[in-house]
């Protein structure tokens, strides 16, 4: 699987936009970007995914550069709720089979 | 709430024993995946299977087991049990096998080994 790279944590305040960076520069043509979450004490949970273009959902958003080597989800106004550790993840379909690689996630601090 | 229950929530027994851990996915979902969350290892893809059918093995130990049955419940079967295997272990579900499906995960079962 194509590796990700993510910083291990970052800080935001309450009410603010949240900038989480994902490198994936092994990214190939039909690897999607999935990114998933995981709040404490409970099992991962999806957030959004991607191809090629920028995707909206009513959780947040996902910008992909032009060469698809890096992504960047977006919490538009970060509150307690949010506080987790975001997992950005290449999903590519592996012979019949498709499997999450989770990495180590970047933990998001939200403070007041 | 993902729609995926896993039971039990808490086990705890001792090295050597077996135990069984119970997954339904989601009503319509096929596709069943077991992960297992340790502190050292992090979360981890052990197997996969999907309309009855196992479709992929991660880091899987022989002493470790699955399937899915008619209902498309799945159980993970872990025998001859050690300390290291204390963790969580989550189920997923997803409609089918796709790279674009959404899995969604149920709230886990923590196992205990003393």
């Known amino acids: 699987d194509a590796k990700t790279t993510q910083p291990n944590s970052m800080e935001s305040n309450e009410e603010e936009p949240v900038h989480l960076p994902c490198n994936h520069s092994t990214i190939s043509g039909t690897d999607y970007i999935h990114w998933y979450r995981q709040l404490p004490s409970q099992g991962p949970e999806y957030v959004i995914h991607g191809l090629t273009s920028n995707v909206n959902n009513r959780m947040a958003s996902l910008a992909i550069a032009e060469d698809r080597k890096s992504s960047t989800l977006i919490l538009h106004r970060a509150t307690l709720r949010d506080a987790a550790v975001y997992y950005c993840i290449l999903r590519a379909l592996t012979g019949t089979a498709s499997k999450l690689t989770f990495g180590t996630g970047t933990r998001l601090q939200v403070t007041l | 709430d993902s729609g995926v229950t896993q039971t039990p929530k808490h086990l705890i027994t001792a090295t050597g024993q077996r135990v069984t851990l119970r997954c339904s996915p989601r009503s319509g979902d096929l596709s069943v995946y077991w992960y297992q969350q340790s502190l050292d290892q992090g979360l981890q893809f052990l197997i996969q299977y999907y309309n009855g059918e196992e479709r992929a093995k991660g880091n899987i130990l022989e002493r470790f087991s699955a399937q899915q049955f008619p209902d498309l419940h799945s159980e993970l079967n872990l025998s001859s049990l050690e300390l290291g295997d204390s963790a969580l272990y989550f189920c997923?579900?997803?409609?089918?096998?796709?790279?674009?499906?959404?899995?969604?995960f149920g709230p886990g079962t923590r196992l205990t080994v003393l």
């Open positions: 997923a579900s997803s409609v089918t096998n796709g790279a674009a499906d959404t899995q969604y």
